[in-house]
């Protein structure tokens, strides 16, 4: 088995097209599963729980006496932490506590209400409250993340919502013990063993036993994907993630088997995740080249990581790190490292990326579990216009406006002009009627 | 003709049933409107300016040489703004200040990057920039609002966002001159005479003349929210509005004729326009209707405003000013006038709504247009997990984390063990490289 991504230099004339196709990827919906959705989200909503308990005994061959028998008691999810060796219970702790550090910040840099008052007595500002009753999806079987649980539920938990509700699929039953002892460590309210479309169902619509919530996130299959989207609007979601990418900028400095390994471990997420490498010293790329070769077949999951970068990777040669940075910008990669001896030089030029990881011992994998910050980040070039999961997803802002007499006579005036303007005369009359005669 | 909005009493035993029924608003996706907008976005995709051009041709009956005919200058912007009579000119800069001195103070308050070095050197933070290039619709025919083009570019232009692209539909070719102004004094850098779908796909697959965008905002009709719905995710979009509502909590305080008038401003806007009062006092509530009566004939809009009011509208009758304000969270209003004596008593038992008027001098209306804060709201309850428009809504986010030689020591056996956990070796690997021997 051999990893061999993309070849690829900016001086070349075929350059533009073959980066263009290896970026290609297309969230192509499936027919088929939109319709399977509208069934089974229109089947939620007429027969509640009957119908997740019919899905869930169908999709997860899991059948259960009832609702009541799907949900995770407060003290399983306790034991199931306390069960875990000591070690494990520690590293749970340790990163949920950082997560919880780095979003409090979040908090009180972004995140509290403000207000001021103007000479003539008007109020201007913006309340800011959290969610009510949230939803978190996190996956089940072969891809159980327990570092998802605390990355969703910490800053909902941060941002004071109420009441925090999990679900987790459990095919055949078979719970995993790190998402059970995440959630305990995270704060979840409540937790129920559903999956799949009926549970985004379940959440946005409630049943006599699931609360309905007022925002899902998490990411899922398909399935779960669409639901989401068919949902929006009912509730809020997050983003609806695609494959996840790592683009490492290189200035030859940091040691290439560090790099390889960087790029293995976005690799061995799944076969359509994406490795990129840019780097303006075409040896350094040779170097890291023969490191993946040489470390490739130490790996577990070396099977995924190959298909992943033989169909997906590139290693780029850049005319300069300026060069580079300008490509970066292109893709707006969901992760971005500035393998550097000076990240901060360029840092600045990066304008569009879900999370940057600079100098050579910040490897991604340090802020997937436990540097603080979110890995809930925009995926597929979607860093140009969103942003890390955080604190402000789970909560909203109202406006606050109050107009004092004085401030009613300046405004009054504006405001009748600009409806007139409009063809809106009932809004000029009520700025008009508190006019003084 | 008269306007008699749906009486209720918290205390009659059909209320919830009475009700919910009122509120009900559903916003049913019309499949022959999903199957043109589907032809339409791939046309665009396939033909570009080719395709735009026929749909304007055909949708808005304007015929142009190309699409450089349909693409207002800015000398023109300009001009439509110098044409305005001096008291217009005014108030739109007016306006326009105030908006912007709000939308400063915001970004001052939530928008702004934050770092900090924790003891070991670890650098943990966030870098908050402006989106690249956003689309702004605009409506135009009946409903042309440029009270919406200043709330909708200046919260983008406060933000930094480098291109503002507005789109306007101008059936037979007429054009809006308070429109074309508004856009001039928001600082609108292009602005493209298209609409519908057709504009929609243009802003975000980009064609030879409309710049491909980063995020589109603005309200429009069935077409517009249908394929800013099916854009989503390749572009950025803002909430998809619903009718408008108002709701207000009255506790007898103000001048019944200023209540009513206000019912009357959100009612003008359309006939699914939503106005609902809540007051402990039955007899204040008499008065308002009395003051509906004698006010309705001299409005111009009276049949939208009665159609709106007989068919959505409501008085109801509380037990009690709390009372009203556990109704208002469940309706979670776009607008919600605190006609009170003392407002500031009730505003923290407010827990959602797009944005609070506190007081009687506080007329939606001076929210609308000139007060400063947005007037871009969340509708349709979606006020529970939802936000007005503002300076986030054309920022994002990216992580920053830079480890130190000695944070990657103590982080890196933390993520190990997690990384173990979930069976990705590669990520632990990557940790565990970074420890010293």
């Not at 089947?43 to 869930?56: N, Q």
């Not at 996190?138 to 993340?145: E, W």
């Not at 303006?280 to 040779?286: E, H």
């Not at 005036?413 to 006019?435: C, D, F, N, P």
Request: with cysteine; net charge negative.
């Amino acid at each position: 088995m051999s990893a061999r991504p993309l070849r690829l230099s900016t001086t070349e004339p075929g350059f533009e097209a073959a980066f263009g196709a290896r970026l290609h990827w297309s969230a192509e919906t499936d027919a088929q599963v939109e319709e399977r959705v509208t069934e089974i989200l229109a089947d939620v909503a007429r027969r509640g729980d009957e119908a997740v308990l019919a899905y869930t005994a169908r999709f997860d061959a899991l059948q259960a006496t009832g609702m009541q028998a799907l949900e995770l008691k407060a003290s399983e999810l306790q034991a199931a932490f306390e069960a875990l060796p000591a070690v494990q219970r520690e590293a749970l702790e340790q990163a949920a506590a950082r997560v919880r550090r780095y979003h409090e910040a979040q908090k009180r840099a972004s995140g509290e209400s403000w207000s001021w008052r103007e000479p003539d007595g008007t109020l201007l500002g913006q309340k800011v409250t959290p969610l009510d009753r949230v939803g978190i999806y996190v996956p089940g079987g072969k891809a159980a993340y327990p570092s998802s649980v605390l990355m969703n539920a910490i800053p909902a938990q941060v941002a004071g919502v109420g009441e925090i509700i999990m679900v987790v699929p459990t095919p055949r039953g078979e719970r995993n013990p790190l998402v059970l002892a995440a959630a305990h460590v995270a704060g979840v309210t409540r937790a129920f063993c559903i999956g799949g479309a009926q549970a985004i169902a379940a959440l946005a619509y409630g049943t006599a036993t699931v609360p309905r919530v007022d925002k899902i996130t998490g990411p899922g299959n398909a399935y779960v994907a669409s639901a989401k989207r068919r949902v929006f609007g009912q509730v809020g979601i997050d983003m609806i993630a695609g494959p996840s990418e790592i683009l490492v900028l290189a200035d030859g400095s940091t040691p290439p088997d560090w790099v390889a390994m960087d790029l293995f471990s976005q690799a061995e997420h799944d076969e359509l995740a994406q490795s990129i490498l840019l780097c303006p010293d075409a040896g350094y790329i040779d170097r890291v080249q023969a490191e993946i070769d040489r470390l490739l077949p130490q790996m577990p999951r070396a099977a995924i990581i190959a298909s992943s970068l033989n169909g997906r990777g590139a290693l780029i040669h850049t005319r300069s790190m300026e060069e580079a940075c300008d490509i970066s910008n292109r893709i707006a990669p969901e992760h971005l490292e500035i393998a550097s001896a000076d990240p901060h030089r360029w840092e600045p030029l990066l304008r569009h990326a879900g999370a940057i990881f600079l100098g050579a011992y910040t490897s991604e994998s340090l802020g997937d579990y436990c540097a603080g910050p979110n890995h809930v980040l925009p995926t597929s070039s979607t860093a140009r216009f969103s942003s890390p999961l955080g604190v402000y997803d789970f909560q909203k802002r109202s406006s606050l406006i109050e107009v004092s007499e004085e401030g009613a006579q300046t405004l009054g005036r504006i405001a009748s002009v600009l409806a007139h303007g409009e063809g809106l005369q009932a809004h000029a009359r009520a700025a008009e009627m508190r006019l003084k005669p």
